[in-house]
């Protein structure tokens, strides 16, 4: 297994156990491939969009950028190695002209909220 086995069968098996396993490897091999395909329309349309979107980790309170498509990026007039990595109140910082209103506070409190 260590050697990048998925799986392995002893001697004096049965013929049914054979075939479930080869049927599970395949299963797991379709499956495989169909996230494989799912991801990659997900990165075209993402990319593709005219909408401008950011994704943000969930890990309040940080919020980490984890990417943004060129719509945004053209909106905001950033650019990905500005943004992607960083904590989100790092990159857009609380406006100091509204005292006592905090954007991470606002935003972490959505977050458990749900």
């Known amino acids: 297994m260590l050697a990048g086995a998925d799986d392995y069968i002893a001697k004096s098996f049965s013929p049914c156990e054979l075939m479930a396993r ?49 719509a945004y990026l053209a909106a905001t007039l950033t650019t990905r190695q500005s943004l992607i990595g960083r904590r989100l109140f790092d990159v857009f910082t609380d406006d100091p002209n509204c005292p006592g209103e905090h954007g991470s506070d606002a935003l972490a409190f959505l977050w458990t909220g749900f």
């Open 22 to 70: 080869l049927v599970a490897a395949v299963a797991r091999a379709h499956s495989a491939a169909e996230l494989h395909a799912s991801e990659e329309r997900y990165q075209s349309l993402f990319a593709a969009s005219p909408v401008p979107f950011m994704v943000l980790a969930p890990n309040a309170p940080d919020f980490t950028i984890t990417a943004a498509n060129e």
